[in-house]
């Protein structure tokens, strides 16, 4: 894929991506979540640009750093999304305003490191921002999946209302 392709790829899929999150939404932890970063990790890790061939050790280290900035933005996000269960046991989530500025701290992070690697004269390929994605996207569900699914069967009462102020059964961030 060309880098323009690349670009607006990982554009639609963080932007369809954030946008579902700050919808309330079902964990399913039966569903197959690790499916889109595995798909993203393989359209990345196909393209023969991840790597400057010029500045191998250099774009190894900002690779690292990209991936090390996508687990902990994932992490992060997980953690500030609210979970709660209905009274039917479903366990739903949605990303609070601290996952926004967990994306916006993550953004700022990888921009630094586009600036670091252009000052340094490192080639940049979007497939490292891709993989950075699905390492977020990876991440993200698994921790959300198994707090679904760690919750205890005393804390899987009440329902999510957007109208209350403070529903019942769900977490604080």
Same mark, same amino acid.
């Given at each position: 894929?060309?880098?323009?392709?690349?670009?607006?790829?990982?554009?639609?899929?963080?932007?369809?991506?954030?946008?579902?999150?700050?919808?309330?939404?079902?964990?399913?932890?039966?569903?197959?979540?690790?499916?889109?970063?595995?798909?993203?990790? $393989?359209?990345?890790?196909?393209?023969?640009?991840?790597?400057?061939?010029?500045?191998?050790?250099?774009?190894?280290?900002?690779?690292?750093?990209?991936?090390?900035?996508?687990?902990?933005?994932?992490?992060?996000?997980?953690?500030?999304?609210?979970?709660?269960?209905?009274?039917?046991?479903? $366990?739903?989530?949605?990303?609070?305003?601290?996952?926004?500025?967990?994306?916006?701290?993550?953004?700022?992070?990888?921009?630094?490191?586009?600036?670091?690697?252009?000052?340094?004269? $490192?080639?940049?390929?979007?497939?490292?921002?891709?993989?950075?994605?699905?390492?977020?996207?990876?991440?993200?569900?698994?921790?959300?999946?198994?707090?679904?699914?760690?919750?205890?069967?005393?804390?899987?009462?009440?329902?999510?209302?957007?109208?209350?102020?403070?529903?019942?059964?769900?977490?604080?961030?």
């Amino acid at each position: 894929m060309s880098g323009l392709v690349d670009a607006l790829v990982i554009v639609a899929v963080a932007v369809v991506v954030i946008a579902r999150q700050f919808r309330a939404s079902r964990i399913d932890s039966e569903r197959r979540w690790w499916l889109l970063p595995a798909i993203l990790a $393989v359209v990345a890790l196909r393209e023969p640009g991840i790597l400057d061939p010029h500045h191998h050790t250099a774009s190894v280290l900002l690779l690292g750093a990209e991936l090390l900035v996508g687990l902990a933005t994932g992490a992060g996000w997980a953690w500030t999304t609210r979970i709660w269960a209905e009274q039917d046991g479903t $366990v739903w989530s949605k990303s609070s305003m601290a996952s926004a500025a967990v994306w916006g701290v993550g953004i700022g992070l990888r921009v630094g490191l586009f600036a670091l690697g252009a000052a340094v004269g $490192v080639h940049q390929d979007s497939s490292a921002l891709l993989l950075g994605l699905a390492g977020t996207l990876l991440v993200r569900a698994g921790i959300l999946a198994w707090r679904g699914q760690s919750r205890p069967a005393s804390n899987r009462s009440g329902a999510y209302r957007e109208s209350t102020a403070r529903p019942a059964g769900k977490e604080r961030v």
